[in-house]
C-alpha cells in the first residue's frame, strides 16, 4: 500500500468515526508538516499556532478531501499555506527568523549519536540554512520546502499554489540557486 493510499484510508476511518485514525495521520505528518509550517514563517510559537489550526480545519472541512483528486499530503499542505496566510494578514506584523532562537527543528538530522564538535557544527549548519532559507522570496521559500522538506510533486506543489508545473520548476530552480550561492559565501557547499 502506497503512503497516498494509507493517507486516504487512515482518514476515510477517520471520517467514519475511528478517531484513533486521525491520531495517527497527525503523529504520521507531524514532523513535516511542522517543518513546512516553520520553515514559511520563521517563528516556531507562530508555527504551532498555524499546526494546530491547520488540523482543527482538517477535521472541520474533513468533506472536501473526498471531492478532490491528490494526495492527503498535498490537501493538508495547502490548507496549512492559507492558514498561515490568513493569520499574517490578521496579525499584520512582518515575520521574521529571530536569530536568538533555540528552534533547529526543521532541518536536524536524524537521532543518531554525535560527537559534541559534530554536534555543534551540525548546529551551526542548521542555523546557516534556516537564515539562508529565511532570506528567499515567499513563493521560492515554499517550493524548496515542499520539495525538499514535504516531498511533494512538482504537480502537487503547482496545484497548492495555484500555478503551473512550469512556474514551480522556475521557483525550485531560483531558490536552489539562490541558496548554493549564499551557502558557497559560508563555505557550506
Known amino acids: 500500500m502506497s503512503q497516498r493510499e494509507k493517507d486516504y484510508s487512515l482518514f476515510k476511518r477517520y471520517c467514519e468515526g475511528d478517531d484513533s485514525a486521525l491520531t495517527t495521520l497527525v503523529e504520521e505528518n507531524r514532523r513535516p508538516l511542522f517543518a513546512y509550517i516553520y520553515n514559511m514563517c520563521g517563528n516556531y510559537s507562530l508555527a504551532e499556532e498555524v499546526f494546530q489550526e491547520t488540523w482543527f480545519k482538517v477535521v472541520k472541512k474533513r468533506e472536501y478531501y473526498f471531492n478532490k483528486k491528490g494526495s492527503f499530503k498535498g490537501w493538508v499542505s495547502r490548507i496549512a499555506r492559507n492558514t498561515f496566510i490568513d493569520m499574517s494578514r490578521k496579525k499584520k506584523a512582518l515575520l521574521i527568523l529571530d536569530d536568538d532562537s533555540e528552534d533547529s527543528y526543521v532541518f536536524e538530522p536524524e ?79
Request: aromatic fraction near 4%; hydrophobic fraction near 40%.
Open 111 to 189: 537521532a543518531h549519536e554525535q560527537m559534541p564538535d559534530e554536534a555543534a557544527i551540525s548546529n551551526e549548519t542548521i542555523k546557516i540554512v534556516q537564515t539562508a532559507l529565511q532570506t528567499l522570496p515567499e513563493k521560492q521559500r515554499e517550493v524548496f520546502v515542499m520539495r525538499m522538506e514535504k516531498g511533494l510533486t512538482f504537480k502537487e506543489i503547482a496545484d497548492i499554489q495555484e500555478t503551473s508545473v512550469n512556474t514551480v520548476l522556475a521557483r525550485m530552480n531560483y531558490a536552489t540557486n539562490k541558496l548554493k550561492e549564499k551557502l558557497e559565501k559560508e563555505n557550506l557547499r
